[in-house]
């Protein structure tokens, strides 16, 4: 399966009380991989709300990744988004499978980059690209980091960070695969206007 597309991720606070409805409006104009991401420490909630994702993808055929959780994920047999404090890659990809789909913030260091490939990581991500709400202390990355990481990596590549319909089309010009957004897809005003956004991401896509 090629990994290309819009990669939505969610946001407890942002999704409050419109969880669900806000995640299928977005399946509805079309994701690539869906990222289930709560940094609470709730296990049942999480455990709940991840269930129901993986039902949603299922019908939508798209893929579900868990944030962080390795356990969360082998246990709904979905993939997986680690950072770099989040536990080694070569034994989540040995717990998961080689199907698994695993992925591995590189910041703006090809050397992670290199290093997750070697390891087994299925995408890498860079960022943050621009001002973000959801994760203003992320370490920046520039556009020039994209051109090298084109040139040197041979697996898709994700870009994330503040990332909007009006400022995603130079990613995509520098070789980016994925798009990975938060608020510029659910910070919208309604469900009709997510689907909308996500089928303008796949438009910049060309998927
Ligand atoms: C697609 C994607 N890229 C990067 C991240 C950030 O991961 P991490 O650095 O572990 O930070 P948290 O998201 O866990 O706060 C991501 N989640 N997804
Ligand atoms: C979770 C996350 N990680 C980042 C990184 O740079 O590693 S930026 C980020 C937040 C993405 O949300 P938004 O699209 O609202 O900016
Ligand atoms: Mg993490």
């Known amino acids: 399966m090629k990994l290309r597309g819009l990669y939505a991720i969610t946001d407890s606070q942002l999704l409050a009380g419109k969880f669900l409805s806000y995640v299928e409006a977005a399946l509805e104009g079309g994701?690539?991989?869906l990222q289930y991401r709560d940094k609470s420490n709730d296990e049942a909630r999480r455990l709940r709300e991840a269930e129901a994702l993986r039902n949603l993808c299922d019908r939508y055929k798209t893929q579900l990744i868990i944030n962080d959780d390795a356990e969360l994920a082998a246990r709904l047999n979905v993939g997986v988004h680690l950072g770099q404090t989040d536990g080694p890659?070569?034994?989540?990809?040995?717990?998961?499978?080689?199907?698994?789909?695993?992925?591995?913030?590189?910041?703006a260091q090809i050397e992670l980059a290199e290093q997750a490939t070697k390891e087994g990581a299925s995408y890498v991500a860079f960022g943050r690209f621009f001002n973000s709400s959801t994760k203003p202390g992320a370490p920046t990355c520039s556009l020039d980091l994209l051109d090298q990481a084109r040139k040197q990596l041979h697996l898709p590549i994700c870009a994330i960070g503040g990332i909007t319909l009006d400022n995603a089309a130079p990613l995509v010009a520098h070789g980016v695969d994925l798009?990975?957004?938060?608020?510029?897809?659910?910070?919208?005003?309604?469900?009709?206007?997510?689907?909308?956004?996500?089928?303008?991401?796949?438009?910049?896509l060309k998927i």
């Open 31 to 33: 994701v690539t991989l």
């Open 179 to 204: 798009l990975a957004v938060v608020h510029g897809l659910f910070g919208a005003e309604s469900t009709a206007e997510v689907t909308r956004r996500a089928r303008a991401f796949n438009e910049l």
């Open 89 to 107: 890659l070569s034994p989540t990809r040995a717990l998961l499978g080689s199907k698994a789909i695993i992925g591995s913030t590189c910041h």
